[in-house]
């Protein structure tokens, strides 16, 4: 029985006390000082849980809503969803699952150059989440494609979720919906591709290389980065 990864105890009390100086200093050590400060970790043990202060609490901020995410979709009755449905809902339910600002902070840190790779795999890691819970057992090259498909998906949704002032998120919602069918157009393309025997002959050599594409062999565990094991906790 593989064992379930949790989060550093210690780094989620620091990132509890951080969230109300983030609002307002962001993700810099200023926030990460306050937060020693107010949850009486002390700071030796603060630079053992989080050793790159604030970066790493906002990357734990952002595992947590994928946490939070895969919870709630576990406990949400989506049975009676087209699978397209399924996934626009996971999307929606990841940005319930966290802070506005909290989140305009972080894009604003992880878009520094030197964190632009950690924030493009905190993204990736958040696709894997949605389609492991979304029970995605593809092995070959449609792992990496679903996964690179979904993270743009979401990426966009989140820059414009954090500009949209509609009612409730109205023209998120909308937004949200014009992407998933877009990609939706796209895999009923290559759906046509497969059955003509024509098109598929064309590509049999290329499709016969991309078959050869498999997925990481720790796809689905919780102790690989970047993957996810169904059941349980993302990893810190």
Same mark, same amino acid.
């Given at each position: ?21 983030v ?6 050590p %200023? ?10 970790v ?34 949400? &009755?989506?049975?009676?969803m ?16 966290? &802070? ?5 902070r972080?894009?604003?840190l ?5 964190? #632009? ?18 029970? &995605? ?17 979401f #990426? ?8 949209? &002032?509609s ?13 998933? %069918? ?36 720790g ?9 996810q ?8």
């Amino acid at each position: 029985m593989p064992t379930t990864a949790y989060p550093d105890p210690t780094r989620e009390k620091l990132l509890d006390a951080a969230l109300i100086h983030v609002v307002f200093d962001g993700w810099g050590p %200023d926030s990460f000082k306050a937060a020693v400060a107010d949850s009486g970790v002390s700071e030796a043990l603060a630079r053992v849980a989080a050793p790159r202060g604030s970066v790493d609490l906002a990357a734990a901020y952002h595992k947590r809503g994928d946490r939070e995410m895969v919870k709630a979709l576990a406990e949400a &009755d989506m049975s009676q969803m087209r699978f397209r449905d399924k996934i626009a809902h996971a999307v929606w339910l990841r940005l319930q699952a966290v &802070d506005r600002e909290v989140v305009r902070r972080g894009m604003s840190l992880f878009s520094l150059p030197h964190l #632009a790779p950690e924030g493009t795999k905190l993204v990736w890691e958040t696709a894997d989440a949605i389609w492991t819970a979304l029970g &995605d057992t593809s092995e070959d090259v449609n792992w990496y494609t679903k996964r690179a498909t979904l993270s743009g998906v979401f #990426a966009s949704v989140v820059l414009f979720w954090l500009g949209d &002032d509609s009612d409730g998120f109205a023209d998120t919602k909308a937004f949200l919906d014009r992407r998933i %069918d877009d990609v939706m157009q796209v895999e009923k393309a290559k759906a046509k591709v497969r059955d003509n025997k024509l098109l598929s002959a064309m590509f049999a050599l290329p499709n016969a290389a991309l078959s050869m594409v498999k997925a990481p062999a720790g796809a689905r565990r919780a102790d690989v980065p970047g993957t996810q094991k169904e059941g349980a906790e993302v990893t810190q």
